[in-house]
C-alpha cells in the first residue's frame, strides 16, 4: 500500500531496544549486517533526488470533491481499517519506555523532583540541594496535587512553590481517574498498541491512564481487550478536531500527553488548535510527547501522482491521510500553545531487508515539549 504504515520497526540488541542514535554505519559494506542503522547521513545527491521525488508526486493534486470527502468521512475510513485490521496490524510499542522514560513507572516521582529542584536552582541559587539520597527525598515534598508521603518539614522556597500551585489542583468534582496522582492521556491510541504496554509496564497504583481515538471501532477493540482495566483506564471516543467536544478530564490536570503517529493523520490547518486544546489539559511541568512522520520519509516518497492532498500532506489508497512534519514546524505548533521545548530530534534510520537485499531510508521526529511550571502565577 502507498504510504504504508509500518513506523514501529526496531533493532533489539540482548532483547532490549536500543535508544535510537546509538548504531551508526561507519563502513557501507556492513549495510546488511543489522536491521536498521540510525542517524544515516544523506549525501547531497540523496536529498536532492527525495525533493524531486516530493515535486513530482505533489505536482497533481486530489480534486476537491474528494478532499471534502477524506474530511466529512475521516472517521469511517479509520473504522474501515480497523474492521479490516483489528488488533493484528501494529505491534505493542516497547520502544516506548527507551525514548520515553516519562512513562515508567519511577519517572512518576523522579519527574516532579526534577521539576522542583530546578526551580529551586533558579529562584535561589545560594541554596545547594544534596546529591544524596536524603537531599532527593527533602525535594521530593510535593509541589501539586501529587504527594509522595514524605514526612519531612517542607523548605521555604517548597512552601512558596506550594502555595503558587495551590489554586490549579483538580476541582474535587468525580470525573474517570480522579482520585489518581499521576495521569496521562494518549491521543490516537488505535488499538492500545501504546496503552496496553504502559499499565502492564508501570504498576503505579497512583496512575490512571486515559485513552482516545477517533475512530469507534478501535476504542471498542480496546475496551473489549482482555487487559483493560477500567479501574485503571478509560477508553474513550474523540476526534482531536472537534473544538465543541470537551475531553473527560479538568484543565491542568494531566502529567503526560502522547502523541503517536496521529497529528499527521488530520488537517494542517487544525493542527494549531487542536494542540491548543491539549496543552491546556497539562499541569504545570506535564510533558506532551511526540513521534511522528519527518519530511521526506520513505512512506512519502512512495505516494504516486494523484494522492497529494495539500503541501506534503496525502491520501492513502484505504482513505486515510498523512503529513509529513519538519522539526520547525512541530516547534511552531508546540510554542505557540505556550509549551518549553525539551527535545526536538530527527530520527533518520536506514533499515535493511536482508533477505531481499532491500534499503529503505525512514524520518522520524521525535519531540517532548514541557508545559511551564507556574507559568502563570508570576
Given at each position: 500500500m502507498d504510504g504504508a504504515y509500518p513506523e514501529d520497526c526496531h533493532t533489539a540488541v540482548g532483547g532490549k531496544r536500543q535508544q535510537f542514535g546509538s548504531r551508526f554505519l561507519s563502513d557501507p559494506a556492513r549495510v546488511f549486517h543489522h536491521n536498521a542503522w540510525d542517524n544515516v547521513e544523506w549525501s547531497e545527491e540523496q536529498a536532492a533526488a527525495a525533493e524531486r521525488k516530493v515535486q513530482e508526486n505533489s505536482s497533481q493534486r486530489v480534486c476537491q470533491e474528494k478532499q471534502v470527502d477524506y474530511e466529512i468521512n475521516a472517521n469511517k475510513y479509520w473504522n474501515d481499517f480497523y474492521k479490516i485490521h483489528e488488533n493484528g496490524f501494529f505491534k505493542d510499542r516497547h520502544w516506548l519506555f527507551t525514548e520515553f522514560p516519562e512513562l515508567a513507572p519511577i519517572q512518576n516521582q523522579n519527574h516532579l523532583k526534577e521539576l522542583l529542584s530546578e526551580k529551586k536552582r533558579s529562584e535561589v541559587p545560594e541554596c545547594k540541594s544534596s546529591e544524596e539520597g536524603s537531599g532527593l527525598k527533602i525535594e521530593q515534598q510535593d509541589c501539586s496535587s501529587v504527594s509522595l508521603g514524605h514526612k519531612a518539614q517542607p523548605t521555604p522556597v517548597e512552601e512558596n512553590v506550594t502555595q503558587k500551585l495551590s489554586h490549579l489542583e483538580i476541582c474535587p468534582a468525580e470525573f474517570p481517574g480522579s482520585s489518581a496522582t499521576y495521569r496521562i492521556l494518549e491521543v490516537g491510541c488505535g488499538v492500545g498498541n501504546t496503552v496496553f504496554p504502559i499499565l502492564q509496564t508501570n504498576n503505579d497504583p497512583r496512575l490512571f491512564v486515559y485513552c482516545c481515538d477517533f475512530s469507534s471501532t478501535a476504542i471498542e477493540l480496546v475496551q473489549t481487550n482482555s487487559a483493560y482495566d477500567p479501574s485503571r483506564c478509560f477508553a474513550f471516543v474523540h476526534d482531536l478536531c472537534d473544538e465543541d467536544k470537551?475531553?473527560?478530564?479538568?484543565?491542568?490536570?494531566?502529567?503526560?500527553?502522547?502523541?503517536?503517529?496521529?497529528?499527521?493523520?488530520?488537517?494542517?490547518?487544525?493542527?494549531?488548535?487542536?494542540?491548543?486544546?491539549?496543552?491546556?489539559?497539562?499541569?504545570?511541568?506535564?510533558?506532551?510527547?511526540?513521534?511522528?512522520?519527518?519530511?521526506?520519509?520513505?512512506?512519502?516518497?512512495?505516494?504516486?501522482?494523484g494522492q497529494c492532498l495539500s503541501e506534503n500532506f496525502y491520501v492513502r489508497g484505504d482513505g486515510t491521510r498523512v503529513y509529513f512534519f519538519t522539526q520547525d514546524e512541530l516547534d511552531t505548533l508546540f510554542t505557540t500553545a505556550g509549551l518549553e521545548k525539551v527535545q526536538n530530534l530527527v530520527d533518520r534510520r536506514l533499515q535493511v531487508n536482508r533477505g531481499k537485499q532491500l534499503t529503505m531510508y525512514r524520518v522520524w521526529i521525535q519531540c517532548k515539549y514541557r508545559k511551564p511550571i507556574l507559568s502563570n502565577t508570576g
Open positions: 470537551s475531553y473527560p478530564v479538568p484543565e491542568d490536570s494531566l502529567n503526560v500527553i502522547i502523541l503517536i503517529f496521529v497529528l499527521s493523520a488530520i488537517v494542517p490547518d487544525k493542527m494549531q488548535k487542536a494542540i491548543d486544546r491539549l496543552s491546556r489539559l497539562l499541569k504545570p511541568g506535564g510533558m506532551m510527547l511526540l513521534r511522528d512522520y519527518g519530511r521526506y520519509d520513505m512512506a512519502q516518497l512512495r505516494f504516486k501522482k
